[in-house]
């Protein structure tokens, strides 16, 4: 089925970012992606975002509706025609929202979980926690926004944070048998702000079955607000990843 662009605001995009050692990630990800390594890191991370006006983008703003959702993130690359391609690789979603859980797959790409979100949030302070309804997930984030981003092993600056994260606007979660469910993020404006971590936990990432002691530490945190966004859906990929975009 041909799904539709959606536009959105993203009210706000907190990424909370993890350097990986390599081996560790590799298991995770299905053929042919791999990680897109940063000074020899892999980079992964939490996307919490809190999205305001998702619609059919030829639906006025006022008809959209308004969520809090959390997507655990793998940032990948794979050869495509033209060259390395860049990405992220989406093992997980999750939604407060009941509709963007029986609509994710359906009429938009990547399957959602259901999960319970509290959330203070001021403009010099953000805490977001989250526990998904299926028992495997916990989040907990306090940050707060700052002027530059200190701290990083992956990035040495912001503007080098900012670049790498724009360059990957394309997302795939697992679907049916070995094909992925695409997504393309697509804004005119790109502002990201650095934040400071006050304190972070995941159980995703704390697990030391999947992620081995030392294998996974926290590095940095950025935040994007009250961006205009549309969203467009690749077409249904297998391992070849075509990614043209459709809608």
């Known amino acids: 089925m041909r799904q539709p662009r959606l536009a959105s605001l993203i009210e706000r995009r907190l990424l909370v970012n993890y350097r990986i050692v390599p081996d560790a990630v ?114 907990a984030v306090t940050a707060e926004p700052a002027g530059e981003l200190h701290g990083s092993r992956l990035f040495a600056d912001l503007a080098e944070a900012s670049r790498f994260f724009r360059s990957g606007a394309k997302g795939f979660s697992p679907a049916d048998g070995d094909r992925l469910d695409g997504i393309e993020l697509h804004t005119g404006t790109w502002h990201m702000e650095a934040c400071r971590i006050h304190s972070a936990q995941s159980s995703y990432f704390d697990d030391p079955e999947r992620f081995p002691p030392g294998t996974a530490t926290l590095d940095s945190a950025l935040i994007m607000r009250d961006v205009p966004a549309h969203w467009r859906s690749l077409p249904d990929t297998t391992p070849g990843l075509s990614t043209t975009p459709v809608g």
């Open 26 to 139: 590799g298991p995770l990800l299905p053929q042919p992606l791999r990680p897109h390594l940063v000074h020899g890191h892999a980079v992964a991370g939490i996307c919490l975002l809190r999205l305001g006006h998702l619609r059919p983008a030829w639906a006025p703003a006022a008809s959209g509706l308004r969520s809090e959702n959390a997507a655990h993130r793998i940032a990948v690359e794979w050869d495509g025609p033209d060259g390395v391609q860049t990405g992220v690789y989406i093992p997980r979603r999750d939604s407060a929202s009941r509709l963007n859980a029986w609509a994710g797959g359906r009429l938009f790409p990547g399957a959602h979980g259901r999960a319970d979100f509290h959330v203070h949030e001021t403009p010099g302070r953000i805490h977001v926690a989250l526990a998904t309804r299926d028992g495997d997930t916990r989040v």
